[in-house]
């Protein structure tokens, strides 16, 4: 044999190993390209359905300790109901006794019903006193005045309101008729807090000024929803 055609036949032997090297190079790579992005996607998978699984607990938390609350809740309201106290004050014999605490604590902020009350209800009647004036505030950010007239607004609650309303109003009449004001306001159902109070003697009259605030709860909304739980 040649000596040119051994040389020729090594380089052809060399030439085929080195590209079976690049192939098996090349293979070797993408396989562990191919690992990499797997391992990055089952990484990204696995941090996602923890989200999931972590809302899922909650939510399960959540209406666990809803579930247990019931008959607690329930056996409150039946104890509630058998409130004599409360019974005496229903504004209607066919409510149910828990209704008084509800009229108690409105779940709207409506001032010319509270109004109606103090005129019509808590301060009428009263041998000897006469209403000089009543003034109920509208709410500011709930209530707005518009001719005389008070409608809701859209607007946020303003802070530090603490779901309250305002009002004052100023009486004449004896010192008798004036106790048994403020007696009517203490008996009312309603919450009224008696921020400042003042009292004028004008010869035999005398002139109460009161300053208080009622108070009210929106009503709290219970729903089921969905959310979007991003990866």
Known sequence: MKPNDTALRKRTQISKAN???????AAASALV?????????????????????????????TLDKNNKAVPDLQS?????????????????????TIQVILDALPSDANSLALGASLQNKLLAGVPGLTIQSLQVDPVQGVETLI??????????????????????????GNADA?????????????????????????????IMTVQARAFYEPVKTVSLYDKVVKP
């Open 19 to 25: 590209r079976m090297m690049f192939i098996w190079i």
């Open 33 to 61: 390209s191919f690992a990499l992005v797997a391992s990055v996607f089952l990484g990204q998978k696995l941090v996602f359905n923890e989200k999931i699984l972590l809302e899922k607990n909650k939510t399960i938390s």
């Open 76 to 96: 409150a309201v039946r104890v509630l109901d058998t409130n004599t106290d409360l019974a005496t004050t229903k504004a209607n014999n066919s409510d149910q």
């Open 147 to 172: 001719s005389g007239s008070v409608v809701s607004a859209s607007t946020p609650v303003a802070a530090g309101t603490q779901n309250q309303i305002t009002f004052n109003f100023s009486v004449s």
């Open 178 to 206: 004036l106790k048994q004001a403020l007696m009517n306001l203490e008996r009312s159902i309603r919450t009224i807090d008696i921020t400042r109070l003042q009292v004028e003697n004008q010869g035999n009259t005398q």
